[in-house]
Each structure stands twice: as C-alpha cells, then as structure tokens.
C-alpha cells in the first residue's frame, strides 16, 4: 500500500482526476440523467447492487430516464443524505476479490437524495411525479412491519397508528408506508398510472410480502384505495444475492491510501453477483437484463435456493462463530469444522427442503458458498451477520425445519443453529466478552435467554418466533441437546461433532 497522494474529494468536478488514479468513472453526462426510480433504504446493499444495474446501463447509454432518487424517512437516514449531498450523489464500489484484487469504479445513477423530514412536501410531490416509475425498497427484513408468526400486517406499531391518522386527515406521512400510499391516492385522483412498488430485500417472496402490507396499512385509510392498489400496482418478487458488509474507516483509509480518493461512505463488496426478478411491472421497466439481471416468470425458486442455503447458512456461521470467539466470517471458516457443518447443513437439510431447480448445479453453487463466507478480503463481520435475528431465523431457517419435519427429513443441524442463537441471546461469549445484541426485540429476548437455566426450552416457546416448535419432540430433542452442547462443551466442539455427525 502506498503513500496517499493529495487527496481528491469524490465530486462531479474531480472525476478526471479520479479517473486518473485508476478509477473507473461515469462516462455519460449525469446531466442527461432524468429521474424515473424513487429507493428507499439506501445502504450499501443497494448501492452494490440495483444502483450498479442502473449505472451499468447508463454506462453503455441507454436508461436516462431511470435516474436514481434516494428517500429516507428514518433518523439514521440523515446520515446518507449528508454524505451524498457533499459528493454530488457519487459514490465509490470497491469489488474485493480472494486474492486480494480490488475493482474500483464510482457509481453515478443516484442523482438526488430526499430526507423526509426536511420535506416531507417535496418527498410527496417527487413520488407523485409521473416521472416516477418504479418505487423500490431496501428497508431489511424488519422494515415490512410483518409479524413473523402469523404474517399479518402489525396494526398497532405506534408509527403506523401515527400515519393512518395523519392520512385520514389529509396530513403529511411519516413513513415508507404512508409515503407510498399517499402517493398512490394522489396518483389516483390525478389520474396518474401508478408506480410499481419494487422489494429488493433478503425475504422470501418479497414482492408478495409488499404488496400484502402496502395493502393492510392502505386499507386502514381507505378500503376503496386499497382495492385499487390491488388491481393496478405491480409488486414483483425479487432474489437478491451479494455480500456487502458494512462500510468501515478500514475501507475509508484503504480507499485513500491506494488511489488519494476520500469518499464519505464508500461501499465495498464481494465479486459475486445474482439478481433474479419476476418481469411484472405497472408501468414500465429499465431494461435489467441487459445488466446481467436474470427476468424470469417464476421467481420462487431461486429465492428459496438463496434464502434456505446462504443466508441461512450465515445465521449458521453467525451465533457459532461469534461464541467462538470469532470476529470476520473468513476467520470462522478458516476453523474447518465450521465449514464442514455448513456443508452439512446445506446437503442434509437445505437442499431436501428445496423444490428442484432446473438448470442449477447446487452441487457447485454450495461449493460457491463455501468460498465466498470464506473471503478474507471482505472481512464481513459475524456481528453484522448476526443482527436482526428475530426477523431472519423465523423467515430463513424455520421454513426449511417445518418442511422437513413434514417430509421427514433431519432437523439435527437446523435445531442446532437455533440453539446457537438462543446461547447468543444471553449476551456473552464463552470468556465472559459481551455482545451487543442487535434487534428490536434485543431485551426480551435477552430476559427469555436468561432463564434457560431453569426452563431450556424458553426460547423456543416464544410463540412469536417459533410458532408450536417448542411441542415437536423431532425438533426439540436435537435444539436440547445442542444448547446442553453449547453450555457445557463450547460452540468450537460442539460444531466439531456436528461437522463429524457425533453425537451432542
């Protein structure tokens, strides 16, 4: 790594000079750039992945009529709005390879950025704009406001109730709920084709999920709106897939040690790329498949291959890893054990649980998994991982338990990664080293987890979460025996008999 040279501020007026350093650079004129998408939730997952597309496109000139605008309703959302506003909306992608190879290039589809709560006005009026085509979302798993046990809309989040009154009252909304149905009821008055509302998050039938909670919050203002939005807006499902870890002064001192660029908040990545959508849209879409986007009609069963073997393999690494004494992923792959009781997890129970994929080798793409959690480029963390347990593990890993139980097929390793979770949700490492536990539900889960000493299946009989998991003696008799495992043996050993199919 080399001295930094004078740094260059990332901003429209330094792209030569960026470009210069080695930097791969919008060569179209953002100028031309008109704006036809409106994300909520930018982040580094979409700014890796659905604002690359569109840049991608723009690249090879077409799509200036899908320009990017970012919204954000949330407090932290100030945060984003700030560093793009200082860069001109640019921002660097940073592709890390194994070996150490490192694609840079800056991202210029995003073209404007709208905080809520400075103008909530302006916001409404942008997604009223027949322009706008396309409403797309990052909010993670969290944001749809679902409860995981029944997957209905939750009425009575206080933020909700907020928002029905103020739209019931013709006042401005607060949040992505409110924002988007108040939209779509000026569109309806003006007589404006509606947007489609585009998911891009890590959950299972996610276009489905959407347009059942738009619905449930529509129709607690309006039943005839509600209908509406039924018949004519479009919620295509979605199967995103790439590793972006979150962004660190690591990634900020490496950025401007190689190449003299100080960027706000860059975004780095792995190489690996997969976006399948379902090709239903209301009013038109940029051409995606020109961008290495899969359009397919049938979207379920890719999700169902990612979402049951990688991101449930994460929450497998994750609570492991983490009682470990784990920091990185790659750290926690590089013990073979832990890899080997992925494997295991993946061939025995996420693969049964599967409907058959044509055209897919999952023999290659498992090994492909394997590799990418081993990446020690990315350096994701175990924490990042591990965050937001409440709404993945009921999401990702309990699908594929209530499956095999039904077809009678084993529970062992799936009961042993929930375990794993509930040994974390006490809050400590095997040496006494706290966690930060990271959800919503972060006390009581944390107070459940307490009591396990007394009542070790506590956990599990948050209904909640797991539904009637905690009266099926299939799954129960392999989560006790693992949670005992990890108490009394450590998760290194308990993941070595795992691996080594020995019993707990």
């Known amino acids: 790594m ?56 723009l690249q090879t000139g077409r799509a200036f009529e899908w320009g990017i605008v ?7 959302d100030a945060g984003m709005r700030d560093a793009l506003a200082g860069q001109d909306h640019l921002y660097s992608l940073t592709l890390k390879h194994p070996d150490g190879a490192k694609e840079r290039r800056v991202i210029g589809s995003i073209i404007d950025y709208r905080f809520g709560p400075d103008d909530p006005h302006g916001l409404l009026e942008l997604l009223t704009d027949e322009d706008i085509r396309i409403v797309s979302l990052t909010v993670t798993e969290g944001g749809y406001n679902v409860n995981p046990v029944t997957g209905e809309f939750i009425t009575q989040e206080p933020t909700i109730v907020a928002d029905v009154e103020a739209l019931r009252a013709g006042r401005l909304p ?56 039924g018949e004519n807006v479009a ?24 190449t003299g660029v100080t960027d706000a908040w860059p975004v780095v990545a792995e190489p690996f790329f997969q976006w399948v959508l379902e090709d239903s849209f209301t009013s038109g879409r940029p051409p995606y498949e020109d961008a290495h986007v899969q359009v397919v009609d049938d979207v379920q069963p890719y999700e169902h291959m990612k979402l049951r073997l990688l991101n449930s393999g994460h929450q497998g690494l994750a609570y492991f890893g983490l009682l470990g004494g784990y920091t990185f992923a790659h750290e926690a792959m590089a013990n073979p054990d832990i890899p080997a009781y992925l ?145 009394e043996r450590g998760a290194k050993e308990t993941a070595r008999r795992l691996a080594a199919h020995e019993a707990l």
């Open 2 to 57: 080399t001295a930094p040279r004078t740094a260059l501020t990332l901003n429209a007026g330094n792209l030569p000079a960026i470009a210069a350093a080695g930097i791969t650079v919008p060569a179209y004129d953002r100028a031309a750039v008109r704006p036809g998408i409106v994300h909520f939730g930018v982040g580094g997952f979409h700014r890796a992945h659905m604002a690359m597309v569109i840049d991608d496109l």
């Open 70 to 76: 970012g919204a954000g309703v949330l407090p932290h």
């Open 174 to 229: 607060a949040t992505v709920f409110g924002y988007v149905v108040a939209a779509l009821r000026a569109r309806r008055a003006a007589g404006v084709a509606p947007f489609t509302v585009q998911s891009c998050d890590n959950i299972s039938e996610n276009g489905e999920v959407a347009a059942k909670m738009f619905t449930a919050f529509a129709r607690l203002v309006d039943d005839e709106l509600a209908d509406w939005i």
């Open 235 to 258: 919620f295509p499902n979605s199967m995103v897939d790439r590793i972006t870890p979150a962004t660190t002064d690591d990634d900020r001192e490496d950025l401007l040690a190689d």
């Open 343 to 487: 494997r295991r997890y993946m061939d025995e129970e996420g693969t049964p649980s599967l409907a058959p994929l044509p055209g897919i080798d999952l023999e290659a793409y498992k090994d492909s998994l394997i590799e990418r959690f081993s990446n020690p480029e990315i350096r994701d963390t175990l924490a990042r991982l591990g965050a937001e347990s409440s709404d993945r593990i009921p999401k990702w890993l309990l699908p594929v338990v209530k499956d095999n139980l039904a077809s009678g097929h084993p529970v062992d390793v799936s009961a042993a990664i929930c375990a794993s979770w509930a040994r974390y949700a006490e809050g400590h490492d095997e040496t006494g080293g706290r966690f930060t536990i990271v959800d919503r539900y972060a006390e009581r889960l944390q107070a459940v987890a307490a009591t396990q000493g007394t009542d070790a299946l506590a956990f599990v009989r948050q209904a909640q979460f797991f539904g009637e998991l905690a009266e099926e003696p299939r799954f129960t008799a392999p989560y006790l025996a693992a949670l005992t495992s990890l108490h």
